[in-house]
Structures are given as structure tokens and as C-alpha cells.
């Protein structure tokens, strides 16, 4: 086996080394290559080895610290593995391993991921009465936390953000939230409200596409209690230069509040604004 390693590698050396371009034909039909293949390995009852790992700790750029496990790598993109936890080949685009079926997040022109870089938005409740506060999200393009804008959508300093073109779109955003403490008797819920200002509307405001609320069931005292992800989606018809912005609160349920909040949590990655133009 030694033997036919030295052997094959002293040949393909020295056949790219006699001129500037050859091709290289391994196995069955030496004397017949495809004339666009640089290298062709051609048998009847063999195949190539991919280079094998036992699982995803053993391909390159792994990193357990870094948020998707990996280091970004661009040098690296198009490197190759087997990969024998999932029994599946693996590709590396730059950024993470994915199985080779598998297209790259860079590739969907379609859509936008936005995140958020901005501070925590506390919304408090007083006997029923609340503000709802547009919520900021950027153009991050971080592929660590999955942001991009292949849409070429614009936000402007309010938050609001421009349609680029005309079509269906699909709108799903996610917002993580935690309470922020205050006293209620009964039930409260964090609303999220996707609003839209149509540029063919005459004389109207800012409507109401879709509003979802997340019940925090059965407050009494809230001191901070567990996370929560207030999520929705759907799908509606933009013109470009359409306007959409994302609103939340809070709002009594049942009972009566005296003093809960929330606090909308936009730095975290669970909070994004998903954005699909539909084909």
C-alpha cells in the first residue's frame, strides 16, 4: 500500500510538473479523461475516502467558546469531511460545518435576519396603563448570530424599516422578555404589535398588522422571574417603500396591575426580526 502511495504521488507530480495545465486520470480507462476535469478517478468497485471525523469536537476551527461552536475561517470555506456522529458529509462555509445537503444561511438573497445591539427596553404597567415603545433592531450582519440582510432592507434612526421592493413577505419576529417585578392580581400578558405605514395610503397612520400577547400566568409579586419568548408569524403583501415597525408592552390580563413590568430583552440572540420575501 506504501508502495502504490509513492507510486501515484511521484506520477501526479510529476504530470502537473511537466507543463503549466495536464489532467490526471486515476483508476479504469487511464487512456479516456473528461475534458474538463482536471483530476477524474474512474472505477467500477472503488470509491474515494472523504477524511473521516469521529464527531463536530474534531473538525477544524472548532472552538467550544465561540456561540456556534466554530471560528470564522473564510480561508477555510469549501473544506470537505465525513462526519460519523451524523453520518453525513460536512461543508464548512466560512463561518460553521453544515451538512453538505445543506445551503448556506448566505445564499437565501431573500431574506434578512435582523438583530439587536441595542440596551434592554423596560415597559412597566401602572394601573392598566402602559407605553408601547418601538422596539430597535440593526443590520448587524453577524453569521455568529445568524443576522443578515440580503434583502437590502433600511432602518432608520426610529427603528422603523423600508420595504425594498413589491411581493408577499413572510414576518416573523421574536422577542426574549423577562419581568421586571411589581405587584398584579390576576393575569398579565407582553404584547407585541407589528404596525405598518403604507405609502399609498391617503391620510392614514400607522395600522395594525398582527398583535400577540404572552400570557404571565397568575402573578401575584414578580421579582425578575423566568424568561420567556413572545414569537409570532405572518404573511402580507408590501409595496416597496412600505414602512413596518415593532411595538411592545405590557397590559393587564385579568385582574388589576399595580406595578408589573417586562423587560424586553434585545441584545439576547432568541430576539430577531425574520424577514422573507416570498417567491
Known amino acids: 500500500m506504501i508502495k502504490k502511495y ?7 507530480l510529476t504530470a502537473l510538473s511537466g507543463r503549466g495545465y495536464t489532467q ?7 487512456d479516456i479523461i473528461h475534458p474538463r476535469a482536471i483530476l477524474q478517478v474512474e472505477h467500477h468497485t472503488k470509491g474515494i475516502m472523504l477524511p473521516v471525523v469521529e464527531n463536530h469536537t474534531e473538525l477544524p476551527n472548532y472552538n467550544a467558546s465561540e456561540s456556534d461552536l466554530y471560528e470564522n475561517r473564510n480561508e477555510d470555506n469549501g473544506l470537505v469531511f465525513y462526519n460519523k456522529e451524523i453520518k453525513d458529509v460536512v461543508k464548512y462555509d466560512g463561518y460553521r460545518w453544515m451538512p453538505a445537503t445543506e445551503k448556506s444561511l448566505k445564499n437565501y438573497t431573500n431574506v434578512s435576519i435582523l438583530g ?18 418601538t422596539l430597535q433592531f440593526n443590520i448587524l450582519n453577524d453569521m455568529d448570530r445568524n443576522n443578515i440582510n440580503n434583502l437590502g432592507l433600511i432602518i432608520n434612526p426610529s427603528g ?15 422577542v426574549k422578555t423577562s419581568s421586571a417585578g411589581g405587584l398584579s392580581v ?5 404584547i407585541i404589535s407589528l404596525q405598518a405605514l403604507y ?5 392614514d397612520g400607522w395600522q395594525k398588522i398582527h ?3 404572552f400570557l404571565l400566568y397568575g402573578l401575584v409579586v414578580t421579582a425578575g422571574s423566568s424568561n420567556s419568548i413572545n414569537s409570532f408569524s405572518i404573511t402580507k403583501y408590501f409595496h416597496a417603500g412600505d414602512q413596518i415597525r415593532l411595538r411592545a408592552g405590557i397590559q393587564a390580563d385579568t385582574g388589576l396591575n399595580l406595578g408589573t413590568g417586562v ?6 440572540k432568541d430576539t430577531f426580526l425574520y424577514i422573507e420575501k416570498l417567491k
Open 24 to 30: 490526471v486520470k486515476i483508476g479504469n480507462r487511464p
Open 116 to 133: 439587536s445591539n441595542a440596551s434592554d427596553q423596560v415597559v412597566a404597567n401602572v394601573l392598566g396603563i402602559t407605553g408601547r415603545p
Open 199 to 203: 405609502t399609498n395610503a391617503s391620510g
Open 263 to 268: 423587560t424586553f430583552k434585545m441584545s439576547d
Open 211 to 213: 398583535e400577540n400577547s
Open 6 to 12: 509513492i507510486t501515484l504521488s511521484i506520477f501526479i
Open 186 to 190: 390576576g393575569n398579565a400578558a407582553t
Open 160 to 174: 422603523e424599516i423600508t420595504i425594498p421592493s413589491d411581493g408577499f413577505y413572510r414576518i416573523n419576529p421574536s
